[in-house]
């Protein structure tokens, strides 16, 4: 397909580029714009967040587990292209990657010092920080990615649609999919993901710095972070260019590797026992409190907590999920909807949940039992090396961090890689095999975005940028949904009709 024909392209190249400018040019009155559209989403919209978030969790598990669970995505002789293992690999590895990483200790830590309600440094609010981190990390994440993912599947690969979110919505709107209104879902589709991962990548590139810095007393400087994004810009891209199966499919399995082995590590020479415990309280308190959590808000009080923490997630996930769900789609011809997902929602759900159980667990009790409140300065006044800043109470502590900054370069490699995949399908209205032409452009607009904000210093304008295109993003989310449920009642009754026409006996003529 020749680029320059391509309005989709074309329009989410001009508006990358302008947004880029505005960033060098304007960089604080971009940050002022976006906090200020930031604020009013969680003012005035927070509600619809919580509710589209658990609406498409309660699709999935639907889905799943009704009668249509066994309806294959692909033909009934279709069978998964990639094992179980390299499979959930590569759909982990895309779906939080760096992002798990950044957060595995932050988080957990900041709710500690300020939780949403009551007083920070108690054991009350060690329970609410890991509580609060399973629900942010847990099903309702994975719900979402699952949930795109799905549909895009299903359309794709049993339906013969493009891969594109526009024309999951051709059972609503028909052939409207192809005029205007897909295209400008399109476009949203591309922009919401360059914005998206690019702020993952630029938290990752922050977090590398912060780990040189920690091992080898490397300047933790904007041009040492260019420095880095260049790097691994020439990295992934090479990981690009050489295709799915030999890019992105090895690199996903090292991820996997190196970081279950880091978690191994930490498990046993941490304290092992109440890392369990941690895992198994905090998962009966969050699934104790799972409707409370999926729909907090108070009416008469301060929301600002969950403004910050829950609603930001939540769009930023929303931000993501074309990206994950395309790229899960794009792996998973062949697998039945109940074996998708119980693939791609509940078994990396339960990977999260334990993450933060060591990494969060094993650092509250370091703050809280053990009295080390040096890390708790650490994790809240250097954000990026709060990881590193942890490492430092295990043993092998240099072995560790060493592990860990080879395993963000990988994470950011596949995580951009896999960005370039997808962007190059819907550039290209839904090629599954993208031009490398197309992936290397984008490969470079992603990397220049990162390197721009980084020296303005904006990735807090970007984050609230990805979740203000997400409110938009959130009803086509919606409304595939439907689209998806309408078109597999429909299959089901042809179904139905046709076997009935098959096993129908004939009447013998009366004498």
């Given at each position: 397909?020749?680029?320059?024909?391509?309005?989709?392209?074309?329009?989410?190249?001009?508006?990358?580029?302008?947004?880029?400018?505005?960033?060098?040019?304007?960089?604080?009155?971009?940050?002022?714009?976006?906090?200020?559209?930031?604020?009013?989403?969680?003012?005035?919209?927070?509600?619809?967040?919580?509710?589209?978030?658990?609406?498409?969790?309660?699709?999935?598990?639907?889905?799943?587990?009704?009668?249509?669970?066994?309806?294959?995505?692909?033909?009934?002789?279709?069978?998964?292209?990639?094992?179980?293992?390299?499979?959930?690999?590569?759909?982990?590895?895309?779906?939080?990657?760096?992002?798990?990483?950044?957060?595995?200790?932050?988080?957990?830590?900041?709710?500690?010092?300020?939780?949403?309600?009551?007083?920070?440094?108690?054991?009350?609010?060690?329970?609410?920080?890991?509580k609060y981190a399973f629900f942010h990390w847990g099903?309702?994440?994975?719900?979402?990615?699952?949930?795109?993912?799905?549909?895009?599947?299903?359309?794709?690969?049993?339906?013969?649609?493009?891969?594109?979110?526009?024309?999951?919505?051709?059972?609503?709107?028909?052939?409207?999919?192809?005029?205007?209104?897909?295209?400008?879902?399109?476009?949203?589709?591309?922009?919401?993901?360059?914005?998206?991962?690019?702020?993952?990548?630029?938290?990752?590139?922050?977090?590398?710095?912060?780990?040189?810095?920690?091992?080898?007393?490397?300047?933790?400087?904007?041009?040492?972070?260019?420095?880095?994004?260049v790097t691994l810009t020439v990295l992934f891209l090479?990981?690009?260019?050489?295709?799915?199966?030999?890019?992105?499919?090895?690199?996903?399995?090292?991820?996997?590797?190196l970081a279950l082995t880091i978690m191994t590590m930490?498990?046993?020479?941490?304290?092992?026992?109440?890392?369990?415990?941690?895992?198994?309280?905090?998962?009966?308190?969050?699934?104790?409190?799972?409707?409370?959590?999926?729909?907090?808000?108070?009416?008469?009080?301060?929301?600002?907590?969950?403004?910050?923490?829950?609603?930001?997630?939540?769009?930023?996930?929303?931000?993501?999920?074309?990206?994950?769900?395309?790229?899960?789609?794009?792996?998973?011809?062949?697998?039945?909807?109940?074996?998708?997902?119980?693939?791609?929602?509940?078994?990396?759900?339960?990977?999260?949940?334990?993450?933060?159980?060591?990494?969060?667990?094993?650092?509250?009790?370091?703050?809280?039992?053990?009295?080390?409140?040096?890390?708790?300065?650490?994790?809240?006044?250097?954000?990026?090396?709060?990881?590193?800043?942890?490492?430092?109470?295990?043993?092998?502590?240099?072995?560790?961090?060493?592990?860990?900054?080879?395993?963000?370069?990988?994470?950011?490699?596949?995580?951009?890689?896999?960005?370039?995949?997808?962007?190059?399908?819907?550039?290209?209205?839904?090629?599954?095999?993208?031009?490398?032409?197309?992936?290397?452009?984008?490969?470079?607009?992603?990397?220049?975005?990162?390197?721009?904000?980084?020296?303005?210093?904006?990735?807090?304008?970007?984050?609230?940028?990805?979740?203000?295109?997400?409110?938009?993003?959130?009803?086509?989310?919606?409304?595939?949904?439907?689209?998806?449920?309408?078109?597999?009642?429909?299959?089901?009754?042809?179904?139905?009709?046709?076997?009935?026409?098959?096993?129908?006996?004939?009447?013998?003529?009366?004498?």
């Amino acid at each position: 397909m020749l680029l320059k024909k391509n309005i989709v392209f074309n329009v989410s190249l001009v508006i990358s580029l302008l947004f880029i400018a505005f960033g060098i040019f304007s960089p604080e009155r971009l940050g002022n714009i976006a906090a200020m559209l930031l604020e009013g989403i969680a003012e005035y919209m927070g509600w619809y967040y919580l509710a589209a978030v658990f609406f498409f969790l309660v699709v999935c598990i639907y889905a799943a587990f009704s009668k249509y669970g066994s309806i294959r995505l692909g033909k009934e002789t279709d069978r998964p292209k990639y094992s179980t293992a390299s499979w959930i690999a590569m759909l982990y590895s895309a779906g939080i990657a760096i992002s798990i990483l950044f957060w595995g200790v932050a988080e957990p830590v900041y709710t500690y010092t300020s939780p949403p309600f009551g007083q920070g440094g108690t054991a009350e609010a060690a329970e609410t920080a890991m509580k609060y981190a399973f629900f942010h990390w847990g099903f309702h994440l994975w719900g979402t990615y699952a949930a795109v993912g799905l549909i895009l599947a299903y359309f794709q690969y049993r339906k013969n649609r493009p891969a594109l979110l526009s024309s999951t919505l051709y059972p609503l709107i028909g052939e409207r999919v192809n005029g205007p209104i897909g295209k400008t879902i399109d476009i949203m589709t591309i922009l919401a993901s360059v914005f998206g991962v690019t702020t993952s990548l630029g938290l990752g590139t922050m977090q590398i710095t912060g780990g040189l810095h920690s091992l080898w007393g490397i300047p933790n400087t904007v041009p040492v972070q260019i420095g880095i994004v260049v790097t691994l810009t020439v990295l992934f891209l090479i990981s690009a260019l050489s295709g799915l199966d030999r890019g992105i499919k090895y690199l996903s399995n090292i991820n996997i590797i190196l970081a279950l082995t880091i978690m191994t590590m930490l498990f046993v020479l941490g304290p092992t026992a109440e890392i369990l415990r941690t895992f198994v309280g905090t998962t009966g308190r969050y699934l104790d409190d799972f409707l409370y959590l999926s729909f907090r808000l108070e009416s008469f009080r301060d929301n600002s907590w969950i403004s910050g923490w829950t609603i930001f997630y939540w769009g930023w996930l929303i931000a993501w999920a074309p990206f994950v769900g395309l790229f899960i789609a794009r792996i998973s011809q062949g697998r039945t909807i109940k074996e998708f997902i119980i693939g791609a929602l509940i078994v990396p759900s339960v990977g999260s949940l334990f993450w933060f159980s060591v990494f969060g667990g094993s650092a509250l009790h370091l703050i809280h039992n053990l009295g080390e409140t040096a890390l708790a300065n650490a994790v809240t006044s250097n954000i990026e090396a709060a990881l590193f800043a942890y490492y430092q109470y295990f043993p092998l502590s240099s072995v560790i961090s060493v592990m860990t900054v080879v395993l963000l370069f990988t994470f950011f490699i596949t995580s951009a890689d896999s960005a370039t995949f997808v962007l190059g399908m819907f550039s290209e209205q839904g090629n599954l095999n993208p031009s490398n032409k197309t992936k290397l452009i984008w490969g470079i607009i992603m990397a220049t975005v990162a390197i721009v904000l980084l020296v303005s210093g904006g990735l807090k304008p970007l984050q609230s940028v990805s979740v203000t295109v997400a409110l938009p993003f959130s009803v086509v989310i919606v409304l595939m949904c439907f689209s998806f449920f309408k078109e597999l009642r429909q299959e089901v009754v042809q179904a139905k009709v046709k076997t009935d026409a098959e096993f129908k006996i004939p009447q013998s003529k009366s004498i």
